[in-house]
């Protein structure tokens, strides 16, 4: 038996992103991607789980459950629909939401930009535009001057490094193939720019997007910063596990300085990062390896492996040297039970950091929701809440019920 105690002011949380859960974020790229025949989205976010509307019980059936925070996103392409005209009912919406969570006793972390551009931004050069950066911290100044006195954390960018980590691991082919697929021209054409002009977030994959992303997050944490300075702020990252098969030592040590230490690197002023894992990437010599034999793997395709988080939290602190905040980790599974399991030993992980004195913050599970999971659409099921795509009825699994407990006790004690 282990026995888990975890700090005072822990934070156990979900989180959830706009597009993946509200539903009709019809002014943002992703949406026309999802629209278009050829589209390389399997199927459209269409009312996605409707939590624009029902985000009320939604927080109020995650408070009852156990948990002290919430991390959502608010939608750029709601709150900036047109260039530089910002919609009062869409920051009284995420106003409410705020409001919502603090009354129900969750603390909201709050995500500036997770993955969805407004269109006009992608005709103005999208992540290699120039003036990105200042317009993304314009909108976040906006932001923040209204809820900024009332949340706990902001993180900036969700997950700055995607593209790099989805072509490097070869979830996706390289940026050349895609720009020739049906889809990508058409979406271009949609919005009235070329195939390499469109450049939507996930595929910022060169350096000059790198930097463009990188500055857009210190832009905007100026500006935060100069309207809250005690408000804390960072930027999330995906960090697998990237380790060398055979013969993979170099390539495994390149991916791990591109894909993660460079990012790593340029955040150490900030106030945390957001650590977000889900499995190990092994590479040989020819590259990724993909899942070893006999190890399970989850339905996104992934190693079943709960310690890479240990392992990537261990990796950011070296790095960057500032606090951890687990800002997702999870499963996407039809067996609840393996989710339980995989939380179990990814908890393991997480007091293995905090016994060793490496300040992380609190755990965040990936997703609150059943939700859509961008170009793999609704199959692929991470949350600890059932949706039914019919009725939009919502059923919170037995993991939730037990992650729930340990948010709720801020201690466990597992049979490992
Ligand atoms: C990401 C995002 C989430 C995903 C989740 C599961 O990591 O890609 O932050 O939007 O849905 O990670 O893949």
Not at 290 to 316: K, N
Request: proline letters at 4%; hydrophobic letters at 40%; glycine letters at 8%.
């Amino acid at each position: 038996m282990a026995k888990y105690q975890f700090p005072d002011g822990f934070l156990w949380g979900t989180a959830t992103a706009a597009h993946q859960v509200e539903g009709n974020n019809t002014n943002s790229d992703i949406w026309l991607m999802e629209q278009m025949s050829g589209s390389m989205f399997v199927e459209p976010s269409g009312n996605a789980c409707e939590h624009f509307e029902r985000y009320a019980s939604d927080i109020a059936l995650l408070a009852s459950l156990g948990f002290n925070s919430y991390r959502f996103s608010v939608e750029w392409a709601r709150i900036e629909p047109e260039e530089g005209s910002f919609s009062d009912s869409a920051l009284e919406h995420y106003s409410s939401m705020v409001d919502c969570c603090i009354a129900q006793g969750l603390k909201p972390f709050i995500t500036l930009h997770h993955f969805t551009s407004p269109q006009w931004l992608i005709q103005r050069g999208g992540w290699e535009g120039s003036d990105t950066p200042a317009l993304f911290a314009r909108y976040a100044e906006k932001v923040i001057s209204v809820l900024g006195s009332r949340i706990n954390g902001v993180c900036t960018i969700n997950e700055a490094n995607i593209g790099r980590v989805l072509t490097s691991s070869g979830m996706l082919p390289s940026l050349d193939i895609i720009r020739q697929t049906p889809g990508w021209r058409a979406a271009a054409n949609a919005l009235d720019v070329t195939a390499d002009e469109f450049m939507p977030f996930m595929f910022a994959i060169s350096e000059s997007g790198r930097q463009t992303i990188m500055a857009a997050h210190r832009q905007a944490v100026n500006c935060i910063k100069s309207i809250q300075p005690a408000l804390s702020c960072g930027i999330t990252l995906a960090v697998q596990d990237i380790v060398a098969g055979p013969g993979g030592e170099e390539i495994a040590a390149k991916h791990r300085r591109e894909v993660n230490e460079v990012y790593l690197n340029e955040i150490t002023e900030d106030d945390f990062v957001g650590v977000q894992c889900y499995s190990r990437h092994r590479y040989d010599s020819n590259g990724p390896m993909g899942p070893e034999s006999g190890v399970e793997v989850t339905d996104m395709g992934y190693e079943f492996w709960p310690e890479a988080l240990e392992q990537t939290i261990r990796q950011a602190y070296d790095v960057a040297g500032i606090p951890v905040l687990v800002t997702e980790n999870g499963i996407a599974t039809t067996d609840d039970r393996r989710r339980i399991d995989y939380v179990t030993r990814a908890l393991t992980g997480v007091q293995a950091c905090l016994n060793d004195g490496i300040p992380v913050l609190g755990y965040t599970y990936w997703s609150a929701m059943d939700n859509f999971e961008w170009m793999l659409g609704y199959r692929p099921k991470f949350g600890i809440i059932a949706i039914d795509r019919k009725t939009q009825g919502r059923s919170v699994k037995q993991s939730g019920k037990w992650l729930g407990d340990i948010a709720r006790t801020n201690a466990t004690t597992f049979s490992v």
